[in-house]
């Protein structure tokens, strides 16, 4: 990755200062100048300013104005004022208010103006970076404590098996890789496969969302940290960003990327939604398929829902067939939420069709009549055996009396 040379910005609506201080300065920083707020404020979009010196006095949005603006928006720049001393008062109200970091009066002494300029890029510099660490420090902690996610994947000797062959063969070269398929079926706990089956693994695996993303962001995302981008649907990335992408990728300033998209990218690319030239550089797609075409994992996929919200629980004959049978639209995701609600609903003992509060359609047979007729009257028998009172007719079945409470007002037993 090139070095960052820090952005130093100065506005002024006096063209003779703006060439007075380019002719001083501009081979001793990196330079950018502007003639008034509204020109600055569209830089400060654009680019990220370390430095950020203004006048005062200036037609429209005057400059401490500015800096006022740009504190909440841009909170680690550098905010110095140069202005005549006549506005000592307001340059040090500003500066009490925390709107300006520094001032320096006209007409100012090169030497000072430089020095001045020097040390707040220093300081600049210095929290830039301490911010850096800090978020890397937070990658990696938040990193480790998911890692164990990835240990075992449900499905890798089922019907995630192909794709992880691939996906494995995919981690032990440098092929950029883009994973394909619905919303919760696993793509990032794919990319994660790949993440931890390459040389890579140890390192950072930062997850990067991709819809109201901005250039600076994209950029300082995929600077180089030696571990693995996910690029989260990169089709909602603008025009322009996917052209500081498609560069990026060329250069190979990127070191390890994980694409993921659930939309049609080829006919994206067809209604010139997406760059052709882009879409080519993920050199290897690999498609995740939908719970419905693997449904071996069901069973597995179920037990482990109910294994990561506490102790092992079985789930009764006949709701299993019908969650086997269910359809997913949602896949995985839903899978994980249907069951917790599940557990929720109902807190101990053995979880039935009834503990599923979705439509679905579980087999409507005898069996499942005859279960619930039998349970209805097991309860039915322990309230009358102890005059109705619940807690001791849940003491008795063995069962926690919200369990017992949820599952006696389901049958209409008590109100």
């Known amino acids: 990755m090139v070095a960052r040379v820090p952005l130093v910005l100065y506005v002024d609506d006096e063209p003779n200062n703006l060439e007075l201080l380019k002719l001083q300065f501009e081979n001793t920083f990196r330079l950018s100048v502007a003639g008034n707020a509204g020109e600055a404020l569209t830089i400060l979009d654009r680019e990220e300013v370390c430095v950020l010196l203004t006048d005062e006095r200036m037609p429209g949005m005057s400059g401490i104005d500015l800096l006022a603006s740009a504190v909440t ?138 819809a109201g993303l901005g250039e600076r962001d994209l950029e300082r995302a995929l600077s180089g940290h030696g571990g693995t ?78 294994r990561r919200h506490g102790p092992p629980r079985s789930i009764a004959g006949e709701a299993l067939r019908g969650l086997c049978e269910y359809h997913w639209p949602g896949n995985v995701r839903e899978l994980l939420n249907r069951v917790q609600g599940a557990l929720i609903n109902s807190p101990e003992g053995e979880l039935t069709a009834e503990d599923f509060t979705f439509t679905i ?7 499942r009549e005859d279960a619930r007729e039998a349970e209805k009257e097991t309860l039915r028998r322990a309230l009358v055996s102890h005059g109705g009172n619940c807690s001791r007719a849940a003491r008795a079945l063995k069962q926690a009396r919200t369990t017992f409470l949820y599952r006696a007002k389901k049958h209409g037993l008590i109100p």
Do not use: M
């Not at 794709?163 to 619905?182: C, F, K, N």
């Not at 496969?193 to 693994?201: G, Q």
């Not at 025009?239 to 994206?268: C, F, I, M, N, Y």
């Open 229 to 306: 981008v996910f690029l989260d649907e990169p089709a909602d990335l603008t025009q322009a960003l996917q052209a500081t992408l498609l560069h990026l990728l060329k250069e190979r300033r990127v070191e390890r990327l994980v694409g993921s998209t659930r939309r049609d990218l080829p006919a994206l690319v067809r209604a010139g939604q997406f760059r052709e030239d882009l879409y080519y550089l993920f050199e290897v797609p690999i498609p995740i398929p939908p719970l419905r075409e693997r449904a071996e994992d069901i069973p597995a996929l179920l037990d482990h829902a109910v």
């Open 73 to 210: 928006k841009w909170p680690d720049t550098r905010r110095i004022i140069v202005s005549a001393y006549s506005d000592a008062p307001r340059l040090l109200q500003a500066i009490n208010r925390g709107h300006a970091h520094d001032y320096v009066l006209k007409p100012w002494n090169q030497q000072e103006l430089g020095a001045c300029i020097e040390r707040n890029l220093e300081i600049g510099e210095r929290r830039r970076k301490l911010t850096a660490q800090a978020q890397t420090a937070a990658l990696l902690e938040r990193d480790a404590a998911e890692r164990c996610d990835v240990r075992h994947v449900v499905g890798a000797d089922g019907g995630l098996k192909a794709t992880l062959a691939v996906a494995h063969r995919a981690a032990q070269t440098e092929a950029t890789v883009l994973l394909v398929g619905e919303t919760g079926t696993g793509k990032e706990l794919v990319a994660r496969f790949i993440h931890e089956a390459s040389a890579r693994a140890g390192a950072p695996f930062v997850r990067v969302t991709c």
């Open 361 to 367: 359609d579980f087999p409507a047979d005898s069996i």
